[in-house]
């Protein structure tokens, strides 16, 4: 029966080219419209990093004076070097790291100094973030404290200052200091780059990773946001005991339902700290997994939530042109309806009969919607954002293409049918 009434809408559709290719078009623009800003927030929304994104934190404490107290407000996104280091040594979670971003000059052999991003962390960085390592490995906690002279390099940067392959054991110069290769990443690009939103979440990966008590000790470039409180002129900010925060701190757990033991940490480790005279606020932390870090940051750009909405909206009065399109068309058709009500065919039949024909224009739809979202999606890759150059089809987004086409266009297609079950055959009969 379906083969039937699919051969009565291929046949309808010759007979009024001109009305079934207004619906499709109708249908192309809305579809194209809503999957090109649904596919931008889709890419920009994602979890970085699904297999442990649960049993990943981040770490928030309030070292800052009295001054501006709120009861209860957000404390510093950012972690003092000396908490970030206590937390480090006595290491409560299954892996911890403290990091902060860096701009450093490569310099390689035979080739001009270029600059690029960095990052100074710690050993663990590597595992509690699943880190891909195509040759080598990372650094362990002895070239940590020993502020060892090793780097790990992006894919990226291996092939443009090795020219690929595996290049652990080479010399590295990075702001006129020489550094070991002992590790090259795979090719890597977490969206959003989640361990540091202080600075664009959508850039690429850093092309270089050293040890942060090595980046200190050659004085490498820093980059990133730093709060200071108090009398902090002429100090070195960077320095353990300077009152300064600029460093994220991350803790992996070995469960979700581990974090009340280690909010519970925090908080002792705070009231330690004001006993100490060091913390001056109530204890006041913040321990949020990666979605939930993402979410307070509003990694996705405020446009793009709009853009999401006005697309739909637009589909919405595209369907509606096509509600009054197939509408017409089965008004015209009411001859042939109360013909096939007179053979016995019953309303039901009708109204499957004109379903399958409202999904066959979705199906066209979809296609169509495709071809427009992809341009699009094109045009999205031209702009200068970070993210621009994400925007690409995925095989879930291109099965939502056709599912939405095909449900939004059944929707619209309810009411025409509905309808065309109205019609009397007798009247028709008569009329004829």
Request: hydrophobic share 45%; glycine share 8%.
């Amino acid at each position: 029966m379906f083969g039937y009434y699919c051969n009565l809408a291929v046949r309808s559709f010759r007979r009024n080219r001109m009305l079934t290719a207004l619906m499709v078009l109708a249908i192309a623009l809305g579809i194209g419209a809503s999957m090109t800003t649904l596919t931008v927030f889709h890419v920009l929304s994602g979890d970085p990093i699904p297999a442990k994104s649960d049993r990943l934190f981040h770490v928030q404490l309030d070292p800052e004076p009295m001054t501006g107290y709120t009861a209860g407000g957000e404390p510093s996104r950012n972690m003092t070097r000396f908490d970030s280091e206590t937390l480090l040594h006595e290491a409560r979670g299954k892996r911890q790291a403290f990091m902060s971003g860096g701009f450093v000059a490569l310099e390689p052999e035979g080739a001009s100094p270029y600059f690029t991003d960095a990052r100074y962390t710690t050993g663990e960085f590597f595992p509690m973030f699943d880190a891909p390592l195509a040759f080598g490995r990372g650094w362990s906690a002895q070239d940590d404290a020993d502020a060892a002279r090793v780097a790990v390099i992006s894919a990226e940067t291996n092939q443009k200052v090795f020219g690929g392959g595996d290049s652990t054991g080479k010399t590295l110069r990075i702001d006129g200091n020489a550094f070991q290769v002992i590790g090259v990443l795979a090719p890597w690009r977490p969206t959003p780059r989640f361990w540091d939103l202080n600075l664009d979440g959508f850039e690429p990966l850093e092309s270089v990773f050293v040890p942060f008590s090595a980046a200190m000790d050659a004085k490498l470039s820093r980059m990133g946001s730093m709060s200071c409180w108090g009398d902090s002129s002429g100090i070195d900010s960077n320095a353990r005991n300077a009152p300064c925060a600029w460093l994220q701190y991350w803790v992996e757990l070995d469960s979700p339902g581990d974090a009340a033991a280690y909010r519970d940490y925090l908080l002792a480790y705070s009231e330690q700290q004001r006993q100490a005279g060091r913390f001056v606020r109530p204890a006041n932390v913040r321990l949020r997994d990666v979605r939930a870090h993402l979410d307070y940051a509003r990694i996705v750009p405020g446009d793009v939530r709009l853009q999401v909405w006005l697309a739909f909206g637009f589909l919405l009065v595209c369907l509606v042109n096509t509600v009054g399109l197939l509408l017409a068309k089965s008004l015209r058709r009411a001859s042939e309806i109360g013909v096939r009500r007179s053979l016995g065919a019953s309303r039901k039949a009708i109204f499957a009969q004109f379903l399958v024909e409202a999904g066959t224009i979705g199906v066209a739809g979809g296609i169509a919607g495709l071809a427009v979202a992809l341009c699009g999606l094109w045009a999205v890759r031209q702009a200068p954002s970070a993210y621009a150059e994400l925007a690409r089809l995925d095989p879930t987004m291109l099965l939502t293409t056709f599912v939405l086409s095909i449900v939004a266009t059944l929707l619209a297609g309810l009411l025409p049918a509905w309808r065309a079950t109205q019609v009397m055959p007798a009247i028709q009969l008569k009329s004829n």
